[in-house]
């Protein structure tokens, strides 16, 4: 039986999205209704519908592609941090597993879980992607010495900081 949701249909083909990255297990393409632009889902490039059902050799591409986005988007777009979050089952509105990278900013008023949306205006959604795509590390994790302290969480504590 061939599944027809939003994910199969991009990895397919039959269906246009801004696409960060994609290799054979697993696929990054911008949401097209972002909290913030550069808002990128990681989803498997074949159909799973939810963590628990994710067969364990997907578990570290996924997480690695996840990973790279995150450090890409810091790159890419100057984002001080990122989002890093899957639905399961419930508020999950495509029923393939994906995981959220959110670009984060210090002050960029997200609040808890209610995520307001917003669009790319013409054209923007394709200069995001190739930023973000041009910035993507290669599959080997980073040293975490080379990274910023806010990065690896090692910096000074910020009781300011949003949750």
Not at 3 to 13: E, F, M
Not at 123 to 146: F, N, R
Request: proline fraction near 9%.
């Amino acid at each position: 039986m061939r599944v027809s949701d939003v994910i199969c249909q991009i990895v397919r083909g039959d269906l246009d999205a801004a696409v960060v990255a994609q290799e054979d297990e697993v696929i990054a393409f911008l949401d097209h209704r972002p909290v913030f632009k550069g808002h990128v889902l990681v989803a498997p490039t074949r159909h799973v519908e939810t963590l628990l059902t994710l067969p364990s050799n997907l578990m570290v591409p996924l997480l690695t592609m996840a990973q790279r986005v995150a450090l890409a988007i810091s790159a890419a777009l100057g984002a001080q941090g990122t989002f890093v979050a899957i639905n399961n089952v419930v508020s999950q509105s495509i029923p393939h597993l994906h995981i959220h990278v959110v670009p984060r900013t210090k002050g960029d008023g997200l609040r808890g879980f209610f995520w307001p949306r917003t669009r790319y205006s013409a054209g923007e959604i394709e200069k995001y992607a190739q930023m973000i795509s041009e910035a993507l590390p290669e599959p080997s994790p980073p040293d975490s010495s080379q990274l910023a302290p806010h990065l690896t969480g090692r910096g000074e504590p910020d009781p300011g900081r949003d949750s």
